[in-house]
Structures are given as structure tokens and as C-alpha cells.
């Protein structure tokens, strides 16, 4: 059951978070778009892993350092949208997942694998 409450709390989270980004005025977060691909809260609710996809990769240090630095902005933000005991620290980390993602299927794509035929699979049943 507490897991399923920190599930919940992350998602808010993101939400809130997602809504924040919209209002930050730091020039280096608005370089590129900025989306929140996931949360991971501690069970302890002090710290919050913040994952962000960026359009543009190529300012990605710029992205993170300017999201760093408004970091006591959005958790203010956060404690006064969140009822909870504790507003988690926010930790900003690039998510790499769509990049990855897409080498893999990259990868796939230039294997040379020959398709099954139904002949072929009859003959081996």
C-alpha cells in the first residue's frame, strides 16, 4: 500500500512540476522543450529524482544547470501544492530512455535476418 502511495505522490509530482516549468523565466530552460518523463520519490519522501527529455541534446548541461538552480523555486512551489509532511529535494537527472530506445531499434533494424515462411515452420513441427 505505501508503494502505491509513492506512485501517486510522483505522478503529482510530474504534474505540478510539468505546470512549474511553464512559468520558470531562467533563459537556459528555455533554450529547448523540456518534458518530465518520470519521478522517483524516496520512501522517505526527502528526495525526488526528477528525469527530463530535452529536444535538443546539445544543451542538455545548460538545461540541467539552469533546472539546478531553480531548484528552491519549484519546491516552493511544490510544498505550497502538495499537502505533504515533507517537500522532497528535487535531483534533476537527462533521461536517456528515447535515445536508447531508438539505437536499439536502429540496431534491430539493420540486422539481416531472413522471415519465416509457414513452409519452413511446417517442416520443423
Request: aromatic share 4%; glycine share 4%.
Amino acid at each position: 500500500m505505501a508503494s502505491n502511495r509513492i506512485g501517486r505522490i510522483n505522478e503529482e509530482i510530474q504534474r505540478e512540476l510539468a505546470q512549474q516549468l511553464r512559468l520558470l523565466k531562467d533563459p537556459r530552460v528555455q533554450k529547448t522543450m523540456v518534458s518530465i518523463t518520470h519521478v522517483e520519490t524516496t520512501p522517505d519522501l526527502r528526495y525526488a529524482k526528477v528525469y527530463v527529455s530535452l529536444l535538443d541534446r546539445s544543451c542538455a548541461k545548460e538545461v540541467l544547470a539552469g533546472l539546478k538552480s531553480s531548484g528552491g523555486f519549484l519546491r516552493r512551489a511544490l510544498g505550497k501544492s502538495l499537502q505533504l509532511r515533507y517537500t522532497p529535494e528535487l535531483q534533476w537527472q537527462e533521461d536517456d530512455s528515447i535515445v536508447h530506445g531508438a539505437h536499439i531499434l536502429d540496431i534491430l533494424s539493420k540486422l539481416d535476418i531472413p522471415e519465416d515462411t509457414e513452409d519452413e515452420t511446417a517442416d520443423h513441427s
